[in-house]
């Protein structure tokens, strides 16, 4: 089975904050994606990675940026965190091109 | 450009009834599409996929869709509801350029409730 790990279920922040979000798989995919989910809006992509310390922007990267130091590990980052960024974060990986994408969790992120 | 349009953020229906989540698609290219499915406080969940070939699609726990070329629709449907089967879903397309990593687009998401 695919296992798409994120690195916390619930984070609380404060204004300012430096965050970091973590994200682990372990079935060697190549791509792997940042999604930010918010009511009546779906799913909106942050940034995505095709290989590793590659990197492409989505549709909303203000305000984030990402790091793909390993094939397994995507982390995504707040360097000042808003109120306006409180969202379930998504992660996803999957093998390349338009194969499947496989989910984490999510992580809900409050910032205060 | 690709774009995802689910009609209706709420249906709700009575357990044994059919259920029609809707979905119209835009896309220049031929498409892939998926649906997926988001229990309380999880993750997104394949449901099924559609890319080439066969136009009805099935997938787990019952649920088929299909894709409609000419009224570009990808509709999910399910013969009779089941209580476990509330939760919310959201319909992708998917963009076909190798080096965009296959990026999903995904509409607004229909939550959909199941009455005993």
């Known amino acids: 089975d695919v296992k798409v790990t994120q690195s916390s279920r619930y984070l609380v922040k404060r204004t300012g904050e430096k965050v970091f979000l973590e994200c682990v798989q372990d079935m060697d995919h190549e791509n792997m994606f940042w999604y930010r989910q918010d009511p009546g809006l779906g799913l909106r992509l942050i940034y995505f990675?095709?290989?590793?310390?590659?990197?492409e922007k989505g549709d909303i990267p203000e305000g984030y940026s990402v790091s793909r130091e390993k094939k397994e590990r995507f982390s995504l980052i707040l360097e000042s965190a808003s109120t306006n960024q409180t969202s379930m974060y998504l992660c996803?990986?999957?093998?390349?091109?338009?194969?499947?994408?496989?989910f984490g969790p999510g992580t809900r992120l409050l910032v205060l | 450009a690709q774009s995802v349009t689910q009609l209706g953020s709420h249906v709700s229906v009575s357990e044994g009834a059919l259920v029609l989540l809707r979905c119209n698609y835009s896309?220049?290219?031929?498409?892939?599409l998926f649906w997926y499915v988001q229990y309380p406080n999880q993750g997104l969940q394949l449901l099924l996929k559609?890319?080439?070939?066969?136009?009805l699609v099935k997938g787990i726990n019952g649920f088929e869709a299909e894709f409609k070329k000419s009224e570009t629709s990808f509709h999910l449907t399910k013969p009779s509801a089941h209580m476990s089967d509330a939760a919310e879903y959201f319909c992708a397309v998917s963009t076909p350029y190798y080096n965009q990593g296959g990026k999903l687009i995904f509409g607004q998401g229909t939550e959909l409730s199941v009455k005993p």
């Open positions: 896309s220049s290219v031929p498409p892939y």
């Open positions: 559609y890319t080439t070939g066969a136009t």
């Open positions: 990675s095709y290989d590793v310390k590659m990197k």
């Open positions: 996803a990986s999957s093998l390349g091109g338009q194969e499947t994408q496989y």
